[in-house]
């Protein structure tokens, strides 16, 4: 249910606010009562994060989320929000060539009313496809939960100088392929710096430092709901709140401060 009806967020306002310095407050939300939370609370960004695949389904990783999964959580998201920013992930091999990620993207599009889809690593190829078609692209370079058996770990990526430069030169090839929104997770707060400094577009981070353009945190990470152990990167918010939303309103204030990461959340 839409209380007021507003327009939302376009990702030129979200350029806007990295050319202006004001920091994106980014969350995920996989159903309309966490997105119109979120959306009240004044948050920019809202994810559909295949992190569903932990948060919601129970699975050990993100890999068995599926297109139709993602797509209904999308609708289930996008119909309570007014203002906030939509993103989606494509899930595990849905864009394993340039086709099937286009026509997994414009479905997700069309039925789950996105307005942006995300993709891990640095198919240059792939996100020139999608871009050429009119479809806004966020990469997501340093950790990448969609590798997780290649990783063996879900840990900090880019401590050694070669690994740190590999990550810089993805970045720089996103962006020169045309994407338009950055998400580094993972990574040491140096190295974000360094790529929020050189990068033209926003740069979202989660586990990378205080320097990045944007924050973005798993909404059950944030209210330390997860069946898992909360990552070190997160900050239980609604340890001090009196209710969920003003959880999601402080974390929102935090952001927008920069006072959310602090050192204990960064690498
Ligand atoms: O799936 C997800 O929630 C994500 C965030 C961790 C950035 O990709």
């Given at each position: ?14 350029q ?51 297109l139709q ?20 992930d494509?899930?595990?091999?849905s ?22 889809i ?11 496809f999608?871009v ?56 040491p ?5 360094t ?9 979202i ?9 944007g924050?973005?945190?798993v ?5 330390n ?7 070190r ?25 920069c ?9």
């Amino acid at each position: 249910m839409k209380p007021t009806e507003s327009k939302p967020l376009s990702l030129a306002d979200l350029q806007a606010m990295k050319r202006n310095g004001e920091k994106i407050s980014c969350l995920t939300a996989y159903d309309a009562s966490f997105s119109a939370l979120i959306d009240q609370a004044g948050i920019d960004v809202i994810l559909v994060g295949d992190s569903l695949g932990m948060t919601v389904q129970g699975h050990a990783s993100t890999l068995p989320v599926t297109l139709q999964d993602m797509v209904y959580h999308s609708q289930c998201v996008a119909r309570a929000r007014t203002r906030s920013f939509i993103i989606a992930d494509l899930p595990f091999m849905s864009y394993a060539t340039p086709l099937m990620a286009a026509k997994n993207a414009a479905q997700l599009m069309r039925t789950g009313t996105v307005q942006m889809i995300k993709m891990e690593g640095a198919n240059t190829e792939t996100l020139r496809f999608l871009v050429a078609q009119g479809i806004p692209v966020c990469g997501h370079l340093g950790l990448l939960p969609q590798h997780i058996n290649q990783l063996g770990h879900y840990t900090v990526q880019g401590k050694q100088a070669d690994e740190a430069q590999n990550i810089i030169n993805d970045a720089l090839a996103l962006q020169q392929s045309g994407a338009q929104l950055l998400v580094l997770e993972c990574v040491p707060a140096s190295l974000a710096k360094t790529i929020s400094a050189q990068l033209t577009i926003p740069v979202i981070g989660i586990g990378a430092g205080i320097d990045c353009d944007g924050q973005i945190l798993v909404i059950y990470d944030l209210l330390n709901i997860s069946p898992n152990k909360p990552p070190r990167f997160a900050k239980n918010f609604l340890a001090e709140a009196t209710s969920i939303a003003d959880a999601i309103s402080r974390y929102h204030q935090a952001v927008k401060q920069c006072q959310f990461p602090a050192l204990a959340h960064s690498f």
